[in-house]
């Protein structure tokens, strides 16, 4: 049984930064993991993703250059670096598994395989 767990969300103030972390659990193999953010009255969106194997990763275009995904194996832990936050960045953040395509991962979530997610609120 697959498990992930979300931490690390909080009120940080806009310019502020934050690092997420995801936990996962129950993997018998690699898969690849995305973060996901949804905010009030919004749809969920795809945030950023990172390959099991090579590490290739992939950013939305309203967070590049801002964030930056990474994950540690031997912990099981995919992590969020959230830098230069703005009060846009406000959501529920949740990691998910995610469809693999040659060359690297999507901001497709497979999805049955979901954290309970964490709040981020950034302040103007």
């Known amino acids: 049984q697959v498990q992930l767990m979300e931490s690390g969300g909080g009120l940080v103030q806009s310019g502020g930064s934050l690092r997420l972390s995801c936990a996962a659990s129950g993997f018998t193999s690699v898969h690849g993991i995305g973060w996901f953010r949804q905010a009030p009255g919004e749809e969920r969106e795809g945030v950023s993703c990172i390959e099991s194997q090579d590490e290739t990763t992939l950013y939305a275009d309203s967070v590049r250059g801002r964030f930056t995904i990474s994950r540690d194996n031997a912990k099981n832990t995919v992590y969020l670096q959230m830098n230069s936050l703005k009060p846009e960045d406000t959501a529920v953040y949740y990691c998910?598994?995610?469809?693999?395509?040659?060359?690297?991962?999507?901001?497709?979530?497979?999805?049955?395989?979901w954290g309970q997610g964490t709040q981020v609120t950034v302040s103007s």
């Open positions: 998910a598994t995610v469809f693999l395509l040659a060359g690297g991962c999507t901001l497709v979530a497979t999805g049955d395989h």
